[in-house]
């Protein structure tokens, strides 16, 4: 006979089955929904491609260019400023008084001519050719300086285009990644004159891309010749409003 305490026995046992069942379905719910992570899931970090190295824009010139520092410098040249505009790094082969013709006033100095094997180790993306300011005057062989004439500045810069040329081709580049400019002040204006288009058409008779700069005013060159931060930022400024760089280029 069944007593009233295993009735109350069975009603207990009975909910706690129930408990349990509820429990466990719960659990198994709740499992189904979220899975836990695996270890290898867990560990696993997306990557990142790293980014591409900057290409090199060498600058061949004169004090133009040699006179100024990057651009974290207090004074920042038109080269780095352009470099750093279009994401390209930048390297000076530059010295005072020297061009296509010229070799400073010491006659120690080395034309352009003779840092093409520079232009071949370093195979820039871009070749900045900046300079005819000096090409007024030429070393004598004896180290004498005296006046140029408008057949020795046109026989050295086309002797100097035809050069550079030959060795972008072995480069297997474009000659129009060659920018070529003739910076000038307000000082030897009708020299300025004279050369300026001497150096245009030189080098687009040999394919390069000319880019053409105003002259630089006394508020933005003191001295007449050197530019000050704003006559580099001009000069910056210019070969951007007068080239296609920075079209081909994307800004930093």
């Given at each position: 006979?069944?007593?009233?305490?295993?009735?109350?026995?069975?009603?207990?046992?009975?909910?706690?089955?129930?408990?349990?069942?509820?429990?466990?379905?719960?659990?198994?719910?709740?499992?189904?929904?979220?899975?836990?992570?695996?270890?290898?899931?867990?560990?696993?970090?997306?990557?990142?491609?790293?980014?591409?190295?900057?290409?090199?824009?060498?600058?061949?010139?004169?004090?133009?260019?040699s006179y100024?520092?990057?651009?974290?410098?207090?004074?920042?040249?038109?080269?780095?400023?352009?470099?750093?505009?279009?994401?390209?790094?930048?390297?000076?082969?530059?010295a005072a008084?020297?061009?296509?013709?010229?070799?400073?006033?010491?006659?120690?100095?080395?034309?352009?001519?003779?840092?093409?094997?520079?232009?071949?180790?370093?195979?820039?993306?871009?070749?900045?050719?900046?300079?005819?300011?000096?090409?007024?005057?030429?070393?004598?062989?004896?180290?004498?300086?005296?006046?140029?004439?408008?057949?020795?500045?046109?026989?050295?810069?086309?002797?100097?285009?035809a050069e550079?040329?030959?060795?972008?081709?072995?480069?297997?580049?474009?000659?129009?990644?060659?920018?070529?400019?003739?910076?000038?002040?307000?000082?030897?204006?009708?020299?300025?004159?004279?050369?300026?288009?001497?150096?245009?058409?030189?080098?687009?008779?040999?394919?390069?891309?000319?880019?053409?700069?105003?002259?630089?005013?006394?508020?933005?060159?003191?001295?007449?010749?050197?530019?000050?931060?704003?006559?580099?930022?001009?000069?910056?400024?210019?070969?951007?409003?007068?080239?296609?760089?920075?079209?081909?280029?994307?800004?930093?």
């Open positions: 006979m069944t007593t009233p305490a295993h009735w109350s026995r069975r009603r207990v046992g009975f909910a706690v089955l129930t408990i349990a069942s509820t429990l466990a379905a719960l659990v198994t719910s709740a499992g189904a929904a979220a899975p836990a992570a695996s270890p290898t899931s867990a560990a696993a970090t997306p990557t990142s491609t790293p980014s591409a190295e900057p290409g090199t824009m060498l600058v061949v010139g004169d004090s133009y260019s100024y520092g990057n651009r974290h410098s207090r004074y920042p040249g038109w080269w780095a400023l352009l470099g750093a505009e279009l994401g390209l790094e930048p390297r000076l082969e530059a008084g020297t061009g296509f013709l010229a070799r400073a006033d010491s006659c120690a100095s080395t034309r352009f001519r003779a840092r093409l094997d520079t232009v071949r180790a370093t195979d820039p993306e871009i070749l900045m050719i900046e300079g005819g300011r000096n090409d007024w005057r030429r070393c004598t062989a004896d180290g004498r300086v005296v006046e140029s004439t408008r057949t020795e500045i046109e026989q050295a810069t086309d002797a100097f285009f550079l040329a030959g060795l972008w081709d072995e480069l297997n580049r474009p000659r129009a990644d060659v920018y070529v400019l003739s910076p000038w002040g307000t000082t030897k204006a009708r020299k300025g004159r004279i050369i300026r288009p001497i150096v245009r058409e030189a080098a687009q008779r040999h394919g390069f891309s000319w880019v053409e700069t105003r002259p630089l005013s006394l508020e933005q060159a003191p001295d007449g010749i050197h530019p000050n931060n704003e006559g580099s930022r001009f000069l910056h400024e210019q070969v951007l409003q007068n080239s296609d760089l920075s079209q081909r280029f994307q800004r930093a």
